[in-house]
């Protein structure tokens, strides 16, 4: 599998890279790409690596599975590709931005721009096939990129982590609050933000302030 990622990453993950669970998942992986169809493309598994190393992660943004629409995945979390519609939840997300900090709706939902500041948009799997949510789920995903929270909340200092409904929290319990800022607020697919504790949660500006407040820049959300 052709893939790509920051060579700051390679080293801090290659002792995860040599364990037998990831041997069995990479194996899982490639056997479900090559029997049928899966999203991401192959190439763009570890793109969250890729587009934000180790060493510029600011802010981290926590997902649960890819996209599994046609040539929606693009490997980082809540993002699609240029031209592609953006779901439900993406575009809540951008109404909060416009509500918090009024910015105009962007008309790309490719968040690389994002990526490309420090953001780390990690789903907890990286892999799912065509048309079946949580497919990739339990087969070693969410021990590899418990590895990467791990790694991230003992080696760095004040990052902003964004956990957004109860998986994302659950998965985010083994953040140190007291050294890094977490913000906490219901999902933003329409399913619970429309009933209230996604609109309003104003995480954009409070990541900014954070952020402005060590001395580094803001993100351009």
């Not at 599998?1 to 990479?26: G, P, T």
């Not at 240029?82 to 509500?99: H, R, T």
Request: glycine residues 10%; aromatic residues 12%; contains cysteine.
């Amino acid at each position: 599998m052709d893939v790509k990622i920051a060579e700051s990453w390679k080293d801090r993950l290659k002792d995860e890279f040599q364990k037998e669970y990831f041997h069995n998942l990479i194996e899982f992986v490639r056997n479900e790409y090559k029997n049928g169809v899966c999203y991401p493309p192959g190439r763009l598994i570890f793109n969250a690596f890729d587009k934000c190393s180790f060493e510029d992660t600011r802010v981290v943004i926590l997902g649960q599975d890819p996209y599994h629409g046609a040539g929606q995945a693009n490997g980082l979390c809540f993002s699609v590709n240029d031209g592609v519609p953006s779901p439900p939840s993406l575009n809540n997300i951008f109404k909060e931005i416009q509500d918090d900090l009024g910015k105009p709706i962007p008309k790309s939902g490719n968040l690389e721009r994002w990526a490309k500041q420090g953001v780390l948009l990690l789903n907890a799997t990286l892999t799912v096939r065509a048309g079946a949510a949580g497919s990739h789920q339990g087969k070693g995903w969410e021990q590899f990129t418990d590895a990467v929270i791990r790694c991230l909340n003992d080696e760095k200092d004040g990052i902003v982590f964004l956990l957004w409904g109860k998986y994302a929290q659950d998965k985010g319990k083994i953040i140190d609050d007291k050294k890094h800022f977490v913000l906490r607020a219901k999902h933003p697919s329409p399913m619970s933000a429309n009933y209230g504790g996604w609109f309003g949660n104003k995480h954009f500006s409070q990541a900014n302030n954070y952020l402005k407040s060590r001395g580094l820049e803001v993100i351009e959300w």
